[in-house]
């Protein structure tokens, strides 16, 4: 494709991050990252743990604010919005899939999957159909009516993706999403992302210490001591 043709959903220019830890001292998580991405494009971001994956991504979810530089998010400038937007922006542009699946326990799998839904202030039988359209994409029918709780880390998994695509999400960003899973699991989590990302031109990005998710990538950088560098 002609690169001048390219839609970009995240552009960063120059992302500095850091926290104070518990004695003060400060630790810079990010340094100077550049990053894009493009419609349609799934990209893979490897590196040790504490590298700064989990932060770049809570950054352009909108979950925490970049300190310096640039953050573009599906045609938004983070730094301009105030807090209402950019819980716009993480209820509809962004679908984020926390670690930790970030799931309500103890309802059901529909019941979780239609939370942004409600959040968003879409009416019942609107909600209710996208639901059930979504949870027959993920292949999750016959699990509706069962409590998160009782559910396996890959179906759980599936969950956490259903819920972050039922606004229809320009972006998925997945944080280790086969941390917890089995070789054949993971298989099946990434060649689900691998779906979406042909069939809505979502722009997937995964952060990972996992090296066996680098093959699904169209793009595999690398994260190191809060720097980003092409593979
Ligand atoms: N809320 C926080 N407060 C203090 N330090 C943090 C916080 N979040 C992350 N860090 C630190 O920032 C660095 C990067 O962390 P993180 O983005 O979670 O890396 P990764 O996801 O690659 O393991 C680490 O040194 C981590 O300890
Ligand atoms: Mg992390």
Same mark, same amino acid.
């Given at each position: 494709?002609?690169?001048?043709?390219?839609?970009?959903?995240?552009?960063?220019?120059? &992302?500095?991050? $850091?926290?104070?830890?518990?004695? =003060?001292?400060?630790?810079?998580?990010?340094? +100077? @990252?550049?990053?894009?991405?493009? #419609? =349609?494009?799934?990209?893979?971001?490897? +590196?040790? $743990?504490?590298?700064?994956?989990?932060?770049? &991504?809570?950054?352009?979810? +909108?979950?925490?604010?970049?300190?310096? =530089?640039?953050?573009?998010?599906?045609?938004?400038?983070?730094?301009?919005?105030?807090?209402?937007?950019?819980?716009?922006?993480? /209820?509809?542009?962004?679908?984020? @899939?926390?670690? !930790?699946? =970030?799931?309500?326990?103890?309802?059901?799998?529909?019941? /979780?999957?239609?939370?942004?839904?409600?959040? *968003?202030?879409?009416?019942?039988?609107?909600?209710?159909?996208?639901?059930?359209?979504?949870?027959?994409? @993920?292949?999750?029918?016959?699990?509706? $009516?069962?409590?998160? #709780?009782?559910?396996?880390? +890959?179906?759980?998994?599936?969950?956490?993706?259903?819920?972050?695509?039922? /606004?229809?999400?320009? @972006?998925?960003?997945?944080?280790?999403?086969?941390?917890? &899973?089995?070789?054949? /699991?993971? *298989?099946?989590?990434?060649?689900?992302?691998?779906?979406?990302?042909?069939?809505?031109?979502?722009?997937?990005?995964?952060?990972?210490?996992?090296?066996?998710?680098? !093959?699904?990538?169209?793009?595999?950088?690398?994260? $190191?001591?809060?720097?980003?560098?092409?593979?």
């Amino acid at each position: 494709m002609d690169p001048g043709e390219r839609e970009y959903t995240i552009i960063i220019r120059n &992302l500095w991050k $850091s926290y104070r830890d518990g004695r =003060g001292s400060v630790i810079h998580a990010l340094k +100077g @990252i550049d990053f894009h991405a493009a #419609k =349609g494009e799934m990209i893979v971001i490897h +590196g040790p $743990s504490g590298s700064g994956k989990t932060t770049l &991504l809570k950054i352009i979810a +909108g979950l925490e604010k970049p300190e310096r =530089g640039v953050v573009v998010v599906g045609g938004y400038d983070l730094g301009y919005l105030d807090d209402d937007q950019l819980a716009m922006i993480r /209820n509809t542009v962004v679908g984020y @899939i926390p670690q !930790d699946y =970030g799931l309500v326990d103890e309802l059901s799998v529909a019941e /979780n999957i239609e939370l942004p839904l409600l959040i *968003a202030g879409i009416p019942k039988s609107e909600r209710h159909r996208r639901v059930k359209e979504i949870a027959s994409y @993920i292949g999750l029918t016959d699990l509706m $009516s069962r409590p998160v #709780k009782s559910l396996s880390g +890959g179906q759980k998994q599936r969950v956490a993706i259903a819920r972050a695509l039922v /606004n229809t999400p320009k @972006i998925i960003l997945a944080d280790e999403p086969t941390a917890n &899973l089995d070789w054949d /699991n993971s *298989a099946k989590i990434m060649e689900l992302f691998k779906h979406v990302k042909e069939d809505f031109e979502t722009t997937v990005v995964i952060v990972s210490h996992d090296p066996r998710v680098t !093959d699904y990538a169209d793009r595999l950088l690398t994260m $190191s001591d809060g720097k980003l560098k092409e593979y």
